[in-house]
């Protein structure tokens, strides 16, 4: 599927840090009991997915055994079929099973967000929509889980409530009009996106002559979306600012509502509806 950057190497070594300290606590009296001899592993996946998540696997492994070998057989974004030895690891006994979980947690739910995605940017394919996430993420995983929703092919959102103006209901209703909660914005941040969600028709005409930078038709039914896709690709907006679909939205019906002509849709469930992929470390 697609490429993304990876995010910094701080960034997931904060996650990694988090994650092996809630599991390993002062330490694993378990592995304890083993000889720390070399060992060797393979990682199984057991379900058709996309892998996505490899940096924080790596990580959790490295972070106890520095000199562990992994022996990746697929690429970060392949399609993996059920039953495919994904790696190889040569290393520590104790660090492999110690790191086991976590790295195994990271993989599983990274995998899971990848592979939805996919589906919902195939499900669109050809149509010219883009598939966005949500901040509807796992607490502390936000940056991980927008960057597998990149890894499955499709687009973030902002990533917080600092990087984008996002005017909602409640913003709107706060100022009295969107052309006036539009005027603040743009006043106090003249640099940042501008997203503004509209109501009704009346409202999203208002968004249009104000400008902004996408227009989020939230919950609109089918017939209320077409016509907001004539108004903003008519004559005088011709189609110049985006509009976003959101609210609901599932593969069912996600074709139709692209082939209805909408910019983006929106889908919180590629980061909180996680099925986590199936996979397993096996010493030996």
Known sequence: MSSAPTPSEAVIASDVAAALAE???????????????PERARLLCKESCIIAGRPWFDACLRVLDPQVRIDWRCAEGDAISAGTVVAILEGQRRALVSAERAALN????????????????DAVRDTGTRILDTRKTLPGL?????????????????????????????????????AAAIAQARRLHPALPLIVEVETQEELRAALE??????????????ARLEAVRIAK???????????????????????????GVDCISIGA????????DFSLKLG
């Open 23 to 37: 599991d390993l606590g002062g330490g694993d009296v378990t592995a304890a009991l083993l000889d720390d001899a």
């Open 106 to 121: 990271f993989l599983q739910t990274l995998s899971g967000t990848a592979t939805i995605t996919a589906r919902y940017v």
């Open 142 to 178: 936000r940056v991980a889980q927008k960057y597998a929703v990149r890894i499955g092919g499709g687009d973030n959102h902002r990533m917080g409530l600092f990087d984008a103006v996002m005017l909602k209901e409640n913003h709107i209703r706060a100022f009295g009009s969107v």
């Open 210 to 223: 104000t400008g902004c930078t996408r227009i989020l038709i939230d919950d609109f039914d089918a017939d």
């Open 234 to 260: 008519a004559a005088p907006f011709d189609g110049r600012i985006p509009l976003e679909v959101s609210g609901g939205v599932d593969l069912r019906q996600v074709r139709a509502i692209a082939e209805g």
């Open 270 to 277: 590629l980061t909180k509806h996680v099925h986590a992929i």
